[in-house]
């Protein structure tokens, strides 16, 4: 009896260890599994193999299939030429040709917030637009040219009031130094009894005020041209809209944005060495 009973441990001692050994070398199946997951998807994404970086997007449900669905029921989708496509619920954009996905990458795009301004007679609605755009023109170093909205909503956000400076017209300048707020040339300057000059500051979160108004400095002046807030590249699409890189990454994937579309600064430029004046936009 007691051989019985010593053989009887002895076998179930096999079966746990035996349960152990398999339980162990599953986990390193999948650990093994995993780590090639990732392999292959660092590689495909090193070697911008995105058609297929996007159909593991898709399996994963990270990306609907609306692309597919807008693409074949529009008549006009080049089947011969490469065309580019940017959905505002995915926040996402594909460079395409046919079915293949030639680059893909996310995307900021507009808010869909209303501005009310100058005491409700100014209304704003910044989304992006849908239909069928083109590459009309292509930049490096982009210079923003600030709309009145921008300094409309600024004013609106710092509890400021809104004054327009005209070419010919003077404000009061701020601050016991006395003289005149002004144009001349190229600058908004600072006029002196004494006859000097001192061009003003001007850019983003820089602007100029004066008696508790933000100063709408008037187009072709230095103070409404913004460097770096569009990135390094931009591609014209028409009627303001652009797609165009940003010096605020970290608001990609959002809906932030004023209408344009806006990538980071390494995927603009990418398009921009790629996608030819002329190319299709396709937004929905």
Same mark, same amino acid.
Not at 38 to 62: C, H, Y
Not at 143 to 169: S, Y
């Given at each position: ?17 035996? *349960?152990?050994? #398999? ?22 994404? #090193?070697? $911008? ?8 997007? /898709?399996?994963?449900? *990270?990306?609907?299939?609306? *692309? ?22 995915? $926040? ?5 040709? &046919? ?13 869909? !917030? ?6 409700? !007679? ?28 921008? #300094?409309?909503?600024?004013? /609106? !956000? !710092? %509890?400021?009031?809104?004054?327009? *400076? ?38 983003? &979160?820089?602007?100029?005020?004066? &008696? ?27 009627? %303001? ?6 010096? /605020? ?9 004023? &209408? ?21 936009? #396709?937004?929905?």
């Amino acid at each position: 009896m007691s051989a019985f009973r010593d053989n009887k441990a002895v076998a179930w001692g096999i079966v746990g260890a035996t *349960l152990l050994l #398999f339980a162990a070398s599953s986990a390193l199946l999948t650990r093994t599994a995993n780590v090639r997951y990732e392999r292959d998807i660092n590689r495909i994404v #090193f070697n $911008r193999n995105w058609e297929l970086l996007d159909d593991v997007a /898709k399996g994963a449900g *990270l990306v609907n299939d609306s *692309l597919e669905t807008v693409l074949s029921e529009s008549p006009i989708a080049p089947k011969d030429r490469p065309y580019l496509v940017v959905s505002i619920t995915d $926040r996402r954009l594909w460079y395409k040709q &046919g079915p293949s996905t030639l680059f893909t990458t996310q995307v900021a795009v507009g808010s869909g !917030k209303t501005l009310v301004a100058n005491a409700g !007679k100014n209304t704003y609605k910044f989304d992006t637009p849908r239909g069928r755009l083109v590459v009309q023109n292509k930049e490096i170093g982009p210079v923003w040219v600030p709309p009145d909205w921008h #300094f409309q909503e600024l004013a /609106k !956000k !710092k %509890g400021l009031g809104v004054v327009r *400076l005209n070419r010919g017209q003077t404000l009061p300048a701020p601050g016991s130094g006395g003289g005149v707020i002004a144009v001349s040339g190229n600058d908004v300057v600072r006029q002196f009894s004494d006859g000097r000059t001192l061009p003003l500051d001007g850019g983003e &979160g820089r602007e100029i005020v004066v &008696g508790g108004n933000i100063v709408i400095p008037p187009f072709g002046t230095n103070q409404r041209r913004y460097d770096g807030v569009l990135g390094t590249h931009r591609l014209n699409m028409g009627d %303001g809209y652009a797609l165009h890189g940003t010096d /605020k990454p970290q608001s990609i994937g959002q809906a932030v944005s004023h &209408g344009c579309i806006r990538l980071r600064n390494e995927d603009i430029a990418y398009l921009y060495g790629i996608v030819p004046v002329g190319t299709p936009v #396709f937004i929905y």
